[in-house]
């Protein structure tokens, strides 16, 4: 059965800084992962989608990275601001159930303070 | 903007007080997710519609029921609330179901059961 972790669980930090947020999955027969945020009280925006065969995509200050074998994937945010807190979700897609599904970690808080 | 639309966004009911809660979409998506989220836990799949076939995850309880009487339309219904069903209920889209596609998320309904 496939679980996915994400730690820290929390994170707080002052404007400006670099950061990596962790997910790491335990089955590795995934078709892609994506990284969403959350913030309080709403639904979810996807924020990267990454496909089996690929190492990593980019999109602005956000680079997300897959090591498949490993059951890793990591979330770096360059240059963090304070509008940048919210909750972080990793959520790997892959066969459960006779069908394949997201299966989602509890995310990382994230505060990043002027 | 093609896009999932949740209403309400809050809903509060009464213990054992039948609720619906309702998501619409604009993609033309052949998929429809509806998603449990407790407070600070990941998001957890309920059910899903493909088309008109509708797939029930193993530990869904019965009192969780869905419709979907047309392409755009799905509803959650809760025939018996109880307090540890209060939750932000997600409702998901994708194209199809094959490995690669990417799951669009409406903002949520937050459940309050008193």
């Known amino acids: 059965k496939q679980e996915v972790t994400q730690i820290p669980a929390a994170l707080s930090v002052p404007e400006g800084e670099n950061l990596v947020l962790n997910c790491s999955f335990t089955d590795s027969a995934i078709y892609n992962l994506q990284w969403f945020r959350q913030d309080p009280g709403k639904g979810l925006t996807s924020l990267l989608l990454?496909?089996?065969?690929?190492r990593e995509q980019t999109s602005g200050r956000l680079n997300a990275s897959l090591d498949k074998s490993s059951g890793r994937s990591t979330l770096y945010i360059a240059a963090s601001q304070p509008g940048d807190s919210a909750t972080y979700l990793c959520?790997?897609?892959?066969?459960?159930?006779?069908?394949?599904?997201?299966?989602f970690g509890a995310g990382t808080r994230l505060a990043v303070h002027p | 903007d093609a896009m999932v639309i949740q209403n309400p966004r809050y809903q509060v009911t009464q213990f054992g007080k039948p609720v619906t809660l309702s998501c619409s979409q604009t993609l033309n998506h052949n998929v429809m997710y509806w998603y449990q989220q407790k407070s600070s836990q990941a998001p957890k799949l309920l059910f899903h519609?493909?088309?008109?076939?509708?797939?029930n995850e193993a530990d869904t309880p019965d009192n969780f029921q869905s419709r979907r009487p047309n392409t755009s339309f799905c509803f959650l219904d809760i025939r018996s609330p109880g307090l540890g069903d209060a939750a932000m209920y997600l409702c998901?889209?994708?194209?199809?179901?094959?490995?690669?596609?990417?799951?669009?998320f409406g903002p949520g309904t937050r459940l309050t059961v008193l």
């Open positions: 998901a889209t994708s194209r199809d179901r094959d490995n690669y596609n990417e799951q669009f």
């Open positions: 519609y493909y088309d008109k076939d509708f797939n």
């Open positions: 959520a790997v897609r892959g066969i459960s159930g006779g069908y394949n599904k997201l299966i």
């Open positions: 990454i496909q089996s065969s690929q």
